[in-house]
């Protein structure tokens, strides 16, 4: 699974939003970012496209992981809980899978374990393999 992270690592929209591929499995992800100002709204609230993006980090990373390129074909997000300051965490765990299409829910929770966000992906899985950087 190391290669799987070390392919995130190209990964440019969100390792410049300071997002951190932590864990990988076959169909699991944890990605986790450090609240700070920049993903903050006007209201000082964390920003909606910043937690959609660490969510669909954690996604990419699982539907991904079993080394067979997979892309989004649907996505959904319900915020169910505002936040500030202090460290996110998206994780995301396969619901289903076959040759084509797999499912994904995603938990963005906060340092005390509450839901933020709950994000839902199905991938469609390509017929060729991901290209691991040397």
Same mark, same amino acid.
């Given at each position: 699974? !190391?290669?799987? =992270?070390?392919?995130?690592?190209?990964?440019?929209?969100?390792?410049?939003?300071?997002?951190k591929l932590t864990e990988v499995s076959e169909g699991y992800a944890k990605v986790e970012m450090d609240i700070e100002k920049r993903?903050?709204?006007?209201?000082?609230?964390?920003?909606?496209?910043?937690?959609?993006?660490?969510? !669909?980090?954690?996604? %990419?990373?699982?539907?991904?992981?079993y080394g067979t390129v997979a892309v989004a074909i649907n996505c959904d997000i319900s915020y169910v809980k505002a936040v500030s300051?202090?460290?996110?965490? %998206?994780?995301?765990?396969?619901?289903?899978?076959?040759?084509?299409?797999?499912?994904?829910?995603? !938990?963005?929770?906060?340092?005390?374990?509450?839901?933020?966000?709950?994000?839902?992906?199905?991938?469609?899985? =390509?017929?060729?393999?991901?290209?691991?950087?040397?």
């Open positions: 699974m !190391d290669r799987i =992270k070390k392919y995130f690592q190209q990964e440019n929209f969100g390792q410049n939003s300071g997002m993903h903050l709204n006007v209201l000082g609230t964390v920003h909606g496209g910043a937690i959609f993006t660490l969510a !669909d980090m954690a996604f %990419a990373a699982a539907s991904n992981s300051e202090g460290r996110l965490t %998206a994780e995301a765990k396969e619901t289903s899978i076959n040759p084509k299409i797999s499912t994904y829910v995603v !938990d963005v929770t906060n340092e005390k374990g509450e839901i933020i966000a709950i994000f839902n992906g199905m991938a469609y899985r =390509k017929k060729y393999e991901l290209q691991f950087p040397e």
